[in-house]
């Protein structure tokens, strides 16, 4: 995952400074924010001058139009509008350069960007915007699924309240891009921020339960299933498994595209000799939902082989979700 500075957080020191210890760092996206402000423009110009890192606008305005021949003259990288400030409708014209996003704030949905879908990405602003320093509102998470879900092949950016703990979780979602403002320039350096929003071990605040994907969302399948239904089931679900729950919801076990194949090796090709409880893992690994980001780092590390996925469960082994690791790999592209 990418980390996006946002410039303007620090109040310390004047821009070019910021933007030098910036470069040194190696951070990824230079964030700037304006607020109907066309004089970040000159900023921007100055940064090029600077560094080579590229930049990552956001605009906040009711005439977008206002900046189109500024976004020529001074092409960046990234460009966002904000959709709740519009007052005239958004059409960038093909001759922009760089990546076009869509930014909502938290009580927006996520089908505001069905009339932007010929636009890379979304900002997702997951605390007030131009609030410095906000928390992560945890429910910003289920819309990063949506997104996902309904964009499979769009790109999702965060902004506000990104700290160790919500950037291990961003990054675990495959999230593109987060945004770091007053986290990355209240640390005792901007190095010290940067090793805190991409190292392994953080403090936690958030629960498993918090961003895990619900059982509603999740593979699942009854005892008495046909193998018919598990192979779509694990088909549609496309993350290589499926879970195994009885009418209470209890998890019984699990099927992944493993355990078909074991199944195949045992009986020669011929799987239906075997029944569900057969093919199944009855005793996979788990995680409870109350855990914390920490004690979920901690199981993991106990383990000899990868992990891709955990069934999640509450204190009577009802199943609860899932949480797959197989967007790591997604979020660093």
Request: net charge negative; aromatic share 8%; with cysteine.
């Amino acid at each position: 995952m990418r980390i996006s500075a946002s410039i303007y957080s620090d109040k310390k020191r004047d821009l070019s400074e910021t933007i030098r210890d910036l470069a040194a760092h190696h951070v990824d996206l230079l964030h700037v924010d304006c607020n109907d402000d066309p004089s970040v423009f000159e900023d921007i110009s100055k940064i090029r001058t600077w560094c080579s890192i590229p930049v990552d606008l956001h605009i906040i305005t009711k005439h977008p139009s206002n900046y189109f021949d500024l976004l020529r003259a001074v092409p960046v990288e990234y460009v966002t509008f904000q959709v709740e400030d519009l007052e005239e409708e958004l059409v960038i014209p093909s001759d922009i350069k760089g990546k076009k996003g869509l930014a909502i704030i938290t009580p927006t949905s996520i089908e505001a960007f069905d009339k932007y879908s010929n636009f890379d990405f979304i900002l997702i602003m997951a605390t007030i915007p131009g609030q410095s320093g906000g928390v992560f509102d945890a429910v910003n998470f289920k819309k990063i699924r949506d997104f996902q879900k309904k964009y499979p092949s769009k790109s999702v950016h965060v902004d506000g309240g990104v700290n160790g703990e919500v950037s291990f979780i961003l990054r675990n979602m495959g999230v593109h891009t987060s945004v770091s403002g007053s986290y990355l320039f209240n640390a005792p350096s901007v190095g010290h921020a940067l090793m805190d929003l991409t190292k392994r071990n953080v403090d936690s605040q958030f629960l498993v339960k918090d961003f895990m994907i619900p059982l509603t969302e999740s593979p699942v399948i009854g005892e008495e299933s046909s193998l018919l239904q598990v192979l779509n089931v694990i088909e549609d679900g496309k993350l290589g498994f499926t879970l195994v729950v009885n009418q209470a919801k209890d998890l019984k076990g699990l099927i992944s595209n493993a355990d078909i194949r074991k199944s195949l090796i045992r009986t020669n090709g011929n799987l239906n000799s075997e029944s569900i409880s057969e093919i199944m893992n009855s005793k996979p690994l788990v995680i409870l939902e109350t855990a914390t980001v920490n004690d979920l780092l901690q199981q993991i590390k106990k383990y000899t082989f990868p992990i891709l996925y955990l069934p999640v469960v509450d204190g009577n082994n009802q199943a609860k979700g899932i949480l797959t690791f197989v967007n790591l790999i997604k979020g660093e592209i």
